[in-house]
């Protein structure tokens, strides 16, 4: 490793943590790298908002809608 990284945790955080190691019988410190790797990887938009898919309630279009649009949209 090149660097080092100092963070704070509150007990709480820190206990999940310990925890979450333990389980996936890895060092903290793994756990942590892969945390930030899989956080910092680039994602499609698709991917990153999936779970919202299908959650957005939106009321009836009015009428007359996809003129106003056209004409404003003239190019």
Avoid: H
Wanted: glycine letters at 6%; a positive charge; zero cysteines.
């Amino acid at each position: 490793m090149e660097k080092t990284l100092t963070i704070r945790l509150s007990k709480s955080q820190d206990d999940a943590l310990t925890k979450r190691a333990n389980v996936l019988r890895r060092t903290r410190s793994q756990l942590v790298r892969d945390l930030i790797e899989k956080g910092l990887e680039e994602q499609p938009l698709g991917r990153r908002i999936g779970q919202l898919k299908g959650r957005l309630k939106l009321q009836a279009p009015r009428p007359g809608w996809q003129r106003q649009i056209k004409d404003r949209n003239w190019r």
